[in-house]
Every structure is written in structure tokens, then in C-alpha cells.
């Protein structure tokens, strides 16, 4: 089963609206990260965060993680047609040593209609 | 700062042949990881390289190897490709490879035929 589980797969919105993507953990996550990626690109990326309750914004996105440390969520606000792509959680140590691992998320795909 | 960068972006073989990918890291980073993205397995680990030495390691068969060379560039190499082998291999860049950000290359598309 997926360490790492967002929701939804996949999100189609009109150009203007808000929308939250996902990340849950059954186990407690000690640095979750997200990147966002263009088909067939690589991965760009977003914001960390370590702490629980810890919340951090850049421009319309914010990302929160929750105080138990297993969920965190990224929301975006007014949505643009340049926020269509797929978003990536990750997390350190997951299961195991870090040096340089981290698990994903299966995505979220995003699509953004003008 | 020049970005992490990979070569080739893109590579057609066919099976059984290797396959060689060379991933140049951001100035001053020391660590590389390399993943694997497929369309049904999504994002995978590779390897950790730090210091010319592989620090992790995931689970994945030995035709998968890497290295890394003393300026922190890494190379990771397939042997006896199979069709399962086509994906997007992207490597990572960080200072230490501990609970750290990780900056992504644009990755190298391998179809394997």
C-alpha cells in the first residue's frame, strides 16, 4: 500500500476557483515537501515543512501541516491556468533511514480551464 | 546558480542493450538521488550518492548501479535493459542528503524497445 496517500487523483477547475490537495500519512511525517511538475519535467519545488501546525504561503499557494504531523494539505487560492500540473508530497524518513530518500505521493493532477 | 542538469533528456534502446545517465548536481551540493517515475509505479528511489559513496539504497535489482565522481557529478548505469525500464529518471541535488530540500533535474526519458 501507498506510504504516502493524496487525494484527489485528480482535480479539473475553473479558472478563478479555490481547491485543497491532500497528503495523508499513517505514519508520523518529519519533513513533507511539495513539488509541483509538468508532464514529463522535473520536479519544481514548492515548500517544506517540519513543524506540526506549521503553515507557509508563496504567492496564491499555502501549505499547511497538521499538529499530529501526519496529514498536511496545499491550498490554492484563485486558481490560474499556470497551476495546471501535477503536485507531489513527499516525506523523509518514511519507514527507514533518509540520506537523500524521499517517498512520494502518487500525485494530483491538476487541470485549470480558462 | 546553474540548476541540476542531466544527460541525455532523452534515449531510445533496445532490450538488453545499458544504458549510461549522467546527472551534474547544483554547485556546492554533495548529495545525488536518483528516481525512477512511471506512469503505474509513480516516483521511486534509486540510490543515494554522498561522497562517492552510496549511502541508500532502494529496492530495485542489481542491473542498477551508480556512482559518483569526486566533483559530485553521478552517473547511473542499467544493464540488460527491459521494456519495464522505460520511464523518466530524475536526480536530485542537495547540500548533505539529510532531512534537507532536494532540487530536481528535468529528468532523462528512456524508452526501451
Known amino acids: 500500500s501507498q506510504e504516502l496517500e493524496q487525494s484527489p487523483q485528480s482535480l479539473i477547475v475553473q479558472e478563478g476557483k479555490n481547491l485543497t490537495i491532500n497528503c495523508t500519512s499513517s505514519k508520523t511525517l518529519y519533513g513533507l515537501y511539495w513539488y509541483k511538475q509538468k508532464y514529463g519535467e522535473g520536479l519544481i519545488f514548492l515548500m517544506m515543512l517540519q513543524k506540526g501546525g506549521e503553515e507557509k504561503s508563496h504567492e496564491k499557494i499555502t501549505a499547511k501541516l497538521d499538529e499530529k504531523k501526519q496529514q498536511s494539505s496545499l491550498h490554492i487560492t484563485a486558481s490560474q491556468p499556470s497551476h495546471a500540473g501535477i503536485y507531489l508530497c513527499?516525506?523523509?524518513?518514511?519507514?527507514?533511514?533518509?540520506?537523500?530518500?524521499?517517498?512520494f505521493g502518487q500525485g494530483t493532477i491538476l487541470t485549470v480551464h480558462p | 546558480k546553474a540548476g541540476v542538469t542531466q544527460t541525455p533528456r532523452y534515449l531510445i534502446k533496445t532490450r538488453g542493450q545499458q544504458v549510461t545517465l549522467s546527472c551534474s548536481p547544483i554547485s556546492g551540493h554533495r548529495s545525488v538521488s536518483w528516481y525512477q517515475q512511471t506512469p503505474g509505479q509513480g516516483l521511486q528511489f534509486l540510490f543515494e550518492?554522498?561522497?562517492?559513496?552510496?549511502?541508500n539504497k532502494g529496492n530495485f535489482p542489481g542491473r542498477f548501479s551508480g556512482r559518483q565522481f569526486s566533483n559530485s557529478r553521478s552517473e547511473m548505469n542499467v544493464s540488460t535493459l527491459e521494456l519495464g525500464d522505460s520511464a523518466l529518471y530524475l536526480c536530485a541535488s542537495g547540500r548533505s542528503g539529510g532531512e534537507e530540500t532536494q532540487y530536481f533535474g528535468p529528468g532523462t526519458r528512456l524508452l526501451v524497445l
Open positions: 550518492y554522498f561522497s562517492e559513496t552510496q549511502r
Open positions: 513527499g516525506a523523509d524518513r518514511v519507514g527507514g533511514t533518509s540520506y537523500g530518500k524521499l517517498t
